[in-house]
């Protein structure tokens, strides 16, 4: 029973949005044993785009290309730990770990670029994004704090590194 009601609620929403699941190419499909997502180009992943994109980043970097737009797209494109619902949930840990470091990566990418040009507000906003990614990274907290050395900021340096040493601890 409470399959139907679920599905008489979709209904109603897609049916809404133009989407009816008896459109000529409906967005679900019922097979009659069940139901299933029928992509067909209307559907965009976030984690699948991200990953095209640190493909892109991956073959440009390695032909010497300009990976800059494809790296603020990547780090603007993640907004945080995939499916945090489904933490405990065996399937989600490999393919969160996957996209984390992928974006962490990008990240550290697009911090040295912005240091590099000078851009020290951008690279510590970015490495702060990617601490609160993952606040276990020790080259995040290292990146971060040689900025704020660099910066002529050594409190503030003193002050992440103790930060990350005591959540270390804990």
């Known amino acids: 029973a409470s399959m139907n009601v679920a599905m008489y609620e979709l209904r109603r929403v897609l049916s809404a949005h133009g989407l009816a699941l008896d459109d000529e190419s409906p967005l679900i499909r019922d097979r009659g044993n069940g139901y299933e997502i029928a992509s067909s180009g ?9 990953a095209q994109l640190y493909d892109v980043y991956t073959l440009y970097s390695a032909r010497g290309g300009d990976v800059r737009p494809v790296l603020t797209q990547l780090v603007d494109l993640y907004t945080g730990e995939l499916l945090p ?75 992440i590194t103790g930060a990350f040493g005591r959540a270390l601890e804990e």
Do not use: V
Request: proline share 1%.
């Open 42 to 50: 209307r559907l965009e992943i976030d984690a699948d785009k991200l």
């Open 85 to 159: 619902q489904d933490i405990y949930e065996d399937w989600t840990i490999l393919e969160r770990e996957r996209i984390n470091s992928m974006f962490l990566s990008a990240a550290h990418r697009l911090a040295d670029i912005y240091m590099e040009e000078g851009a020290f507000g951008a690279a510590e906003a970015l490495l702060s994004k990617a601490l609160a990614a993952d606040a276990y990274s020790e080259q995040t907290c290292c990146r971060l704090a040689d900025l704020y050395r660099q910066t002529g900021r050594p409190n503030a340096a003193q002050e």
